[in-house]
């Protein structure tokens, strides 16, 4: 649970970090075009909604229930971090970039429970 706290936050740091043009600071991700460089959200998200599972299943709440609760923390931090962009200079924020979030977050549960499943399917054959 502490890994799924600590990443959430440094998202939040990150997201608070003021935006400069390239020409200003060069990006990290500078090679790729803005659209490719939204994509990032999915990945993103689906990390941190993955970790949540991870932390949360370990309170014996169940998986489907750790899937869920997870899912709502990573969908409610998305709308937190776009909300945030709209106040921190030279940041955006976009609709696009929470359905991004949102795609990445099911995605990371939906990793979660698959992994879950094999792991149940191979205890029970083995």
């Given at each position: 649970m502490k890994l799924?706290?600590?990443y959430l936050l440094a998202m939040l740091a990150l997201?608070?970090?003021p935006g400069t043009t390239v020409e200003?600071?060069?990006?990290?991700?500078?090679?790729?075009?803005?659209?490719?460089?939204n994509l990032l959200h999915v990945p993103q998200y689906a990390l941190l909604s993955w970790l949540w599972c991870r932390g949360l299943s370990g309170l014996a709440l169940g998986p489907g229930r750790s899937a869920r609760l997870a899912l709502a923390v990573a969908?409610?931090?998305?709308?937190?971090?776009e909300?945030?962009?709209?106040?921190?200079?030279?940041?955006?924020s976009s609709w696009t970039d929470l359905a991004l979030d949102l795609v990445g977050a099911l995605a990371g549960v939906g990793f979660f429970l698959w992994r879950r499943s094999v792991a149940a399917e191979?205890?029970?054959?083995?």
């Open positions: 799924a706290v600590g997201s608070l970090v200003e600071r060069g990006s990290l991700f500078e090679f790729l075009a803005p659209e490719l460089q969908a409610g931090y998305g709308v937190v971090e909300s945030i962009q709209l106040w921190v200079p030279g940041r955006f191979r205890g029970a054959a083995g």
